[in-house]
């Protein structure tokens, strides 16, 4: 049963430009959460979704970030216009409950040059 | 605002040394507190308590929850060099039955020597 599976591992984008991240639930899981660690930093949690619904997003920033979670296919994390400031590991989690532990993916480290 | 503390920050020990790591915290609407160790790639899930004064174990890994103080420590015995990480401590809120809103300290690196 392979684990959660995020892509690319490292992105490395110009500033403007837009970033997508890409997450594979465990088999079986249907609640999906997005993480993202600066440097220094604990976790932050971001948004949890669970197929074609997002639950609570309260942890997005307002602008320029956006989550989906299609009914076919893997949770997209979507940056526009990235700055800086965003260069950090965005992890995802997935869990079979909204009860349950999450287990994590290897995340995706995000460099804005 | 919800606070999670672990301590110490950071700690080196000798392989086959016994070492203790705290985690304080102040949530409202608490349902349970997680442990993982995180290595060079993802936060693997070691634990996750919900009642107060019950074990859990999982080889020379244990965790206990304390709700009326509000803290946990995680142990480990006999440490070994595989056993380098940052340990993180977690904590879900009850939120309308859920538990997904994790908020993590920022982790205690420990480090063994051989």
């Known amino acids: 049963n392979a684990g959660v599976m995020q892509n690319p591992r490292h992105l490395v984008r110009r500033r403007g430009q837009e970033a997508r991240l890409r997450c594979s639930p465990m088999?079986?899981?249907?609640?999906v959460y997005w993480y993202r660690q600066l440097p220094e930093e604990g976790l932050k949690f971001m948004v949890y979704?669970?197929?074609?619904?997002?639950?609570?997003e309260s942890g997005m920033p307002k602008e320029r970030f956006s989550a989906e979670f299609p009914k076919e296919g893997p949770s997209i994390l979507r940056i526009q216009q990235v700055v800086r400031g965003d260069s950090a590991a965005y992890f995802c989690?997935?869990?079979?409950?909204?009860?349950?532990?999450?287990?994590f993916g290897q995340g995706t480290r995000l460099t804005v040059v | 605002e919800d606070k999670v503390v672990q301590s110490p920050l950071s700690l080196v020990v000798h392989e086959g040394d016994t070492v203790t790591l705290n985690c304080s915290y102040e949530?409202?609407?608490?349902?349970?507190l997680l442990w993982y160790k995180q290595e060079k790639k993802a936060p693997t899930f070691l634990f996750m308590l919900?009642?107060?004064?019950i074990e859990k174990k999982s080889g020379r890994l244990s965790s206990i929850l304390d709700k009326k103080e509000l803290f946990s420590i995680l142990n480990i015995t006999a440490t070994q060099t595989g056993d380098s990480a940052v340990y993180l401590c977690?904590?879900?809120?009850?939120?309308?039955?859920?538990?997904?809103?994790?908020?993590f300290g920022k982790g205690t690196l420990l480090t063994v020597n051989p």
């Open positions: 989690a997935s869990s079979p409950s909204s009860t349950g532990g999450a287990f």
């Open positions: 949530v409202t609407n608490f349902r349970s």
């Open positions: 977690a904590v879900g809120k009850n939120s309308g039955g859920s538990n997904y809103k994790l908020t």
């Open positions: 088999k079986g899981h249907s609640h």
């Open positions: 919900t009642s107060s004064g």
């Open positions: 979704l669970q197929k074609e619904n997002i639950i609570d």
